[in-house]
Every structure is written in structure tokens, then in C-alpha cells.
């Protein structure tokens, strides 16, 4: 998605005010990606815990649900000044299983997940 989406997330700092509020969900077009939205959240600055990163992903699944979206293309959540890329990774997992132990999950109306991962190289 590259340039497109980096300016995309630009106008959404700038219509939130410069910044998200801690667990806001933003939409972005997902460009060439296989979704047609890529969902945004804001994680705190003390994401280094695993819980927050844990309940970003639950608030911005639910977002995704609620909106009746059937595919989602996720960013890994977290900086990796704050929280490792596994420790995120680890939690979306957590997420995602707990969510397919249950039955009557709101999850198991999505189609398709695809979780994108930055690469600066």
C-alpha cells in the first residue's frame, strides 16, 4: 500500500487532531492489499505491556465485526521501540484463539484476515 496508505494515515492524525485517543479505531483504504479497509488502533504509550496490545486487537476486531466488514487486513499493533513485534504477534494470536474457542465469536463472520507487517528494508 505504501506511499498511498503513509498519506492516507496522515489525514487521519489530522482529522483526529494530530493524534488518536488510546484504543480509537481508524479505517484506511487498503490499496493493492486483499481487503478493502486496513483498521487502525491506537495503542497506549505504556504498550510495552502485552495486555494492551491484547486489548487493542480485541477492540479493533470488534470494531470489524460490528461494521460487518468479511475481510480485514490487520498492521501488527505496537512500536517496536515499545513492544516487540513478537509480543504483538503474540497477543493477535491470543486473540484470535480465544475467539475461535468460541463458538458464538463475532470473529467467525469474518472471511478472510490478513495481518501486514512492515518491512523498512
Known amino acids: 500500500a505504501g506511499q498511498r496508505l503513509l498519506v492516507s494515515c496522515e489525514a487521519q ?3 483526529h487532531g494530530g493524534a488518536m485517543k488510546p484504543g480509537q479505531v481508524v479505517v484506511t483504504p487498503a490499496f493493492e492489499l486483499p481487503a478493502k479497509y486496513i483498521l487502525h488502533a491506537s495503542v497506549p504509550a505504556q504498550a510495552s ?3 494492551a496490545i491484547h486489548a487493542a486487537y480485541e477492540r479493533v476486531l470488534d470494531y470489524a ?3 460487518g466488514y468479511k475481510t480485514v487486513v490487520l498492521p501488527l499493533l505496537g512500536d517496536e521501540e515499545l513492544c ?3 509480543v504483538s504477534a503474540n497477543a493477535l494470536v491470543q486473540v484470535l484463539v480465544a475467539g475461535c474457542k468460541d463458538q458464538v465469536s463475532p470473529l467467525w463472520e469474518l472471511e478472510r484476515l490478513v495481518v501486514a507487517c512492515v518491512n523498512d528494508s
Open 84 to 86: 516487540s513485534t513478537e
Open 65 to 67: 465485526c460490528e461494521a
Open 49 to 51: 505491556e502485552a495486555a
Open 13 to 15: 492524525m489530522v482529522k
